[in-house]
């Protein structure tokens, strides 16, 4: 089974609008951290925002935040007034608690959703 | 800022042939990770060391193997290149001991193995 699963392969957003990305996750455990990581055409991951599972708040970062719904396991992102500049490819990942302490950094990702602003 | 570099944006390899993809990080982190990222697949796990000269194998090991010599140096190998390891590789360092223990990522190595 898909621990992380993103349905939107790409999707077109006009400027200034608001957008959300869709990540549901699958874990048994309690304890497990969720991010999300943009990559532009250049190749390299950018880190955006991470939410933990005992979080209370969502989490914010500037025009990011995390629409963090616990018992539907999803982790949607939402990017507010869209720029050109957010065209990208975006990951949503997972970060398990396991029983070692040397797997905890394993990072489980998903398939991406390509996004492009449209001026 | 946390710099992840990789010695090669392209590499261009034949069958057969033994590659090095070279990883650094300037962070003194504890962790360093491959993975490689293939259309419709997302990102992969091939190796991770938490620690000099530790390894733990990833999700794809297969053909793969790794060398932690340093701290800051994290190099991926493969023993004999095949045309199904033409793929985009890219090298991801984190602190170790931290609650969110970010991956930073350096800019990816896009290999062709012909």
């Known amino acids: 089974?898909?621990?992380?699963?993103?349905?939107?392969?790409?999707?077109?957003?006009?400027?200034k609008e608001a957008v959300t990305l869709d990540c549901t996750?699958?874990?048994?455990?309690?304890?497990?951290?969720?991010?999300?990581?943009?990559q532009p055409s250049s190749g390299e991951m950018i880190f955006l925002i991470?939410?933990?599972?005992?979080?209370?708040?969502?989490?914010?970062?500037?025009?990011?935040?995390l629409n963090f719904?616990?018992?539907r396991k999803s982790a949607n992102l939402v990017i507010s007034a869209s720029q050109l500049g957010d065209s990208a490819m975006y990951f949503c990942a997972m970060r398990e608690a396991p029983l070692s302490n040397f797997g905890n950094e394993k990072l489980t990702f998903g398939t991406g959703t390509r996004l492009t602003i449209i001026p | 800022d946390v710099k992840v570099t990789q010695s090669s944006r392209y590499l261009v390899k034949r069958t057969g042939e033994k590659v090095f993809l070279e990883c650094v990080q300037d962070m003194d982190h504890e962790n360093m990770?491959?993975?490689?990222?293939?259309?419709?697949l997302g990102l992969r796990l091939i190796y991770f060391s938490y620690d000099v000269k530790m390894k733990e194998k990833g999700d794809i090991p297969e053909g793969y193997s790794v060398s932690r010599e340093k701290k800051e140096r994290f190099s991926l190998i493969l023993e004999s290149a095949s045309t199904n390891q033409t793929s985009m590789y890219?090298?991801?360092?984190?602190?170790?001991?931290?609650v969110k223990n970010i991956q930073y990522f350096g800019a990816g190595t896009r290999l062709s193995v012909l």
Request: aromatic residues 18%; negative net charge.
């Open chain 1, 69 to 71: 719904q616990k018992a």
């Open chain 2, 90 to 98: 890219l090298c991801a360092s984190s602190p170790g001991l931290a």
């Open chain 1, 25 to 38: 996750y699958d874990t048994s455990d309690p304890s497990y951290g969720l991010f999300w990581y943009k």
């Open chain 2, 33 to 40: 990770f491959w993975y490689r990222q293939d259309p419709g």
């Open chain 1, 1 to 15: 089974a898909q621990k992380i699963t993103q349905t939107q392969p790409g999707m077109f957003v006009q400027e």
């Open chain 1, 50 to 65: 991470y939410q933990g599972s005992y979080d209370q708040q969502n989490a914010t970062e500037g025009r990011y935040s």
